[in-house]
């Protein structure tokens, strides 16, 4: 199983949308939630940290629950330039700080 | 500050020929990182190192080689290129003192084994 996994998509939605993204990790002692948006063939870019209180950041949310060791990313009001790649990034402190990448989720927002 | 770079930005070798990828950061980081990414993999580790003159291996290892040599610099060297490592590249840092801090990332190294 891998430790970060998320659904490919792609995601297909009209202008205005709100779609919702989901990212599960195994490692229960996993302390640094990220998600991080990547356009192509461009290095990835954080688009915001998510903490255990769920934050905002605009027409985006993040929630995390670490009971099921789920993060989730909503996007409201979609825009085309949000189409890109959503990556999910989990990472625990113990030891050497190493970040884990999930395969990434395919968002293509159409007119 | 120039943040992450990376040399080169596209390569194109044959199978058995080595070369050497180069990232260099300017943000005096403590962690620095090498991944690969190939379609549909998302980014796989493949080395990484908490500090000057320190390296360890990731999730892919096998085919590389690290040096960290100055703090700023992180090496990734391919002994004998095979088409499986054909991939982007990509290289990312971090300061010592990590909380909820996040990775700066290279632009990427484009490399083709044929």
């Known amino acids: 199983r891998k430790e970060v996994e998320q659904d490919p998509g792609p995601f297909n939605v009209p202008e205005g949308a709100t779609v919702a993204f989901n990212c599960t990790y195994s490692n229960s002692a996993s302390q640094s939630f990220f998600w991080y948006r990547q356009d192509c063939r461009k290095e990835p870019k954080l688009l915001m940290s998510v903490y255990s209180s769920g934050n905002e950041d605009g027409r985006f949310t993040a929630q995390l629950n670490r009971a099921s060791q789920y993060i989730s990313l909503l996007i409201r009001d979609s825009k085309l330039s949000d189409s890109a790649t959503y990556l999910c990034?989990?990472?625990?402190?113990?030891?050497?700080?190493?970040?884990?990448f999930g395969r990434g989720t395919s968002l293509i927002v159409h007119p | 500050n120039a943040g992450v770079t990376q040399t080169p930005k596209f390569r194109v070798l044959k199978t058995g020929q080595s070369m050497t990828l180069l990232c260099a950061q300017d943000m005096n980081h403590e962690y620095m990182y090498w991944y690969r990414q190939d379609p549909g993999m998302g980014l796989r580790l493949i080395h990484y190192s908490v500090g000057e003159g320190t390296t360890a291996k990731g999730e892919v290892p096998d085919g590389y080689n690290v040096s960290r040599l100055k703090k700023q610099n992180f090496l990734l060297g391919l002994e004998s290129a095979a088409p499986s490592q054909t991939s982007v590249y990509f290289c990312a840092s971090i300061p010592k003192e990590i909380t909820t801090e996040t990775q700066y990332f290279g632009p990427g190294t484009r490399l083709l084994v044929l």
């Open positions: 990034v989990v990472a625990s402190s113990g030891g050497s700080y190493i970040p884990t």
